[in-house]
């Protein structure tokens, strides 16, 4: 079992930037691949980035590429995206998840078995 809270979610203007955390607990964190996936209104639940156990490897959607970024601290059981450049559209849940058959950092929804909550993260024009 892995439990999974997030964390600093919140409104910001346009251009801003903010840092999202979710926390991990239960199986060895390190051993396992961890993603961010966001869900707006509306629309379905779509990848953001991943990253791998070891966090050496990390992989991001397109439509963030170049502005956030992910990363993890395996002593803290701690994964955090960093958002910047934030635009409207980016307004969405944020959720973390845990690929715990995993290593490699995977951008496939099926992939992960553990989800958080969610955080909101809102952007205004």
């Known amino acids: 079992q892995v439990q999974l809270v997030e964390s600093g979610g919140g409104l910001v203007q346009a251009g801003g930037s903010l840092r999202i955390s979710c926390a991990a607990s239960?199986?060895?964190?390190?051993?396992?691949?961890m993603g961010w996936f966001r869900q707006a209104p509306g629309k379905e639940r779509e990848f953001v980035a991943t990253?791998?156990?070891?966090?050496?490897?990390?992989s991001y959607a397109d439509s963030v590429k170049g502005r956030f970024t992910i990363s993890r601290d395996n002593a803290k059981n701690t994964v955090y995206l960093q958002m910047n450049s934030l635009k409207p559209e980016d307004t969405a849940v944020y959720s973390c998840?845990?690929?715990?058959?995993?290593?490699?950092?995977?951008?496939?929804?099926?992939?992960?078995?553990?989800w958080g909550q969610g955080t909101q993260v809102t952007v205004s024009s």
């Open positions: 998840a845990a690929a715990t058959k995993y290593t490699f950092p995977t951008n496939l929804l099926k992939n992960y078995d553990y």
């Open positions: 239960g199986r060895t964190f390190s051993r396992y691949a």
């Open positions: 990253i791998s156990a070891g966090a050496g490897t990390t």
